[in-house]
């Protein structure tokens, strides 16, 4: 599929990723802080501060609106496939535009924002958000599913988990969706949940 290639020596995707995005340099810093995975196609959001000196001459810095320590957060599509002893990967930022719409609402929250709000960056991520919100409404939720937050979430009694299972309590003649924590015999309500993103396991 074309781009990059090296020896994995038995590391995760994401341990493969991250060790060539994480790096500092008199040029600057670059960091993985989140990340999505959709199969073989990974969603990086990267923080990077550069050098005083390269800061008005790099592309990111002039699409995207600074932290007040001069960094800026920008996501990268990464294709990645792997085999007993290679990783190859194939890397775009959504500068570019790629055709891929699958980056969650949380990574785009956290990611700086766009200096032209009519530019690619800002229409990547209105097509991802709305690809993210249909997906979500053709999901249908029944009895005895099993899903996955893609974030923990904190609950009045103490409890925090991200993992459940989809159930109905009738009441007075009234049914009540309500998700069942794993491994644990307490059912939550959990707000809106056509609009947080989810797996199905």
């Known amino acids: 599929m074309g781009g990059t290639s090296f020896r994995h020596y038995d590391r995760t995707t994401l341990e493969c990723i991250r060790g060539d995005i994480d790096s500092e340099s008199a040029r600057g810093t670059w960091k993985l802080i989140d990340h999505s995975r959709h199969g073989n196609v990974f969603y990086c959001l990267i923080e990077r501060k550069l050098s005083n000196q390269l800061s008005n001459q790099q592309?990111?810095?002039?699409i995207y609106v600074k932290d007040a320590n001069g960094a800026v957060r920008y996501i990268c599509v990464f294709l990645t496939s792997r085999n007993k002893s290679e990783f190859y990967y194939k890397d775009m930022d959504e500068c570019m535009q790629p055709y891929y719409f699958d980056c969650p609402k949380r990574l785009i929250d956290k990611a700086s924002k766009p200096i032209d709000s009519n530019g690619y960056v800002a229409k990547w991520r209105a097509q991802c958000l709305e690809n993210v919100t249909d997906k979500a409404k053709k999901v249908k939720l029944v009895d005895g599913m099993k899903i996955k937050l893609a974030s923990p979430l904190s609950f009045s009694d103490g409890f925090k988990g991200d993992t459940f299972t989809v159930t109905t309590l009738t009441r007075r003649g009234r049914k009540t969706r309500v998700f069942q924590a794993d491994?644990?015999?307490?059912?939550?309500?959990?707000p809106?949940?056509?609009?947080?993103?989810f797996s199905i396991l």
Do not use: A, N
């Open 183 to 190: 491994g644990r015999f307490i059912y939550y309500r959990i």
């Open 192 to 197: 809106k949940i056509e609009q947080r993103e």
């Open 59 to 62: 592309h990111e810095e002039s």
